[in-house]
């Protein structure tokens, strides 16, 4: 019987599948106007939901890097005082949107294994005043983080790229804190992708190849000890034939989805 919720190691070489996963979002934080599978850039977070406002009172540098894929704010509730983790904060902008929400009193850690993207989240963070933000070199599935030290983790498009979802799952349950709350967008699948797919590491790096199929994923989240209370859809949508092909055929969409820690 096959596992679903088992690592994709036999699918992708994971060392090049990482230097890829790299190059692409150094691409997207030195070079956001380049060509991409995806779209980027305030049309985008204004589409996905994002309020004007605080679009603008956070960098639009970041905004223009923005390679997420969905809205999840409203579902994170995050109040003033809160401790925020951002897995894989690209260019910043969620931490950013989650620094507003948590106040002076508050702070937010974003995490990426990507220079230029923290590089460039940290330069605009210290010409922005956004002190209550950190970033940390690291991997989402091996946390640089302390137990039970986060109220409410959050992340954008970024989970569907890492091989073992269930060891990001599990890295989650250990800092959030008791009652604490994970609320992300990702990218999920209707039907299991074929091995055309998920060998392919350019669509890999483009958050398709890499995608779990959605129950999988809900499964994975549960295995770690999460409840999902909330899943919704995102207005996302690929641009290039290539991923617009794969989306039609396996379903490839984007959820919104709310799970809670147990108190
Ligand atoms: C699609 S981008 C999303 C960035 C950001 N969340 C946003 O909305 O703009 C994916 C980000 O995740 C980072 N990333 C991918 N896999 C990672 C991993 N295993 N550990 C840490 N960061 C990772 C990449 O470096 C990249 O910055």
């Known amino acids: 019987m096959v596992d679903e919720t088992a690592p994709a190691k ?6 090049s599948l990482e230097g890829q996963v790299k190059e692409m979002y150094r691409r997207v934080a030195d070079d956001p106007h380049g060509e991409f599978h ?9 589409r996905l939901g994002y309020p004007a406002d605080d679009l603008d009172r956070i ?14 704010f409203h579902l994170a509730g995050i ?22 929400k948590v106040g002076s009193q508050g702070q937010v850690i974003g995490i990426d294994m990507t220079d230029p ?15 209550n933000i950190t970033y940390l070199k690291g991997y989402i599935n091996d946390l640089p983080l302390d137990d039970e030290c986060a109220d409410v983790v959050i992340s954008n498009g970024v989970i569907n790229l890492v091989p073992d979802k269930a060891a990001v799952f599990r890295e989650v349950a250990r800092v ?10 990702d990218i999920v699948t209707e039907s ?3 091995e055309t797919v998920s060998c392919n590491a350019d669509l890999w790096a483009a958050c398709i190849g890499g995608a779990m199929q959605e129950d999988s994923y809900r499964a994975a989240i549960e295995a770690a000890g999460l409840s999902v209370e909330q899943v919704e859809p995102c207005a996302y949508e690929f641009i290039s034939d290539s ?10 969409k984007s959820i919104a989805l709310k799970a809670v820690k147990p108190a």
Do not use: C, H, N
């Open 59 to 72: 960098p639009a540098q970041a905004i223009e890097s923005f390679a997420g894929v969905g809205y999840y």
């Open 79 to 100: 109040r003033e005082g809160e401790s925020v983790v951002d897995l894989g904060s690209g260019s910043g902008t969620d931490t950013f949107v989650a620094s507003l």
């Open 176 to 185: 959030l804190k008791p009652g604490g709350r994970l609320a992300i967008s």
């Open 243 to 252: 991923a617009l092909g794969a989306t039609e055929q396996w379903g490839v």
């Open 38 to 46: 995806f779209e980027m850039g305030r049309g985008l977070t204004e």
């Open 117 to 131: 993207q923290r590089e460039k989240a940290e330069r605009l963070r210290d010409e922005g005043g956004f002190a």
């Open 192 to 194: 299991q992708l074929p």
């Open 10 to 15: 036999q699918q992708v070489d994971e060392e």
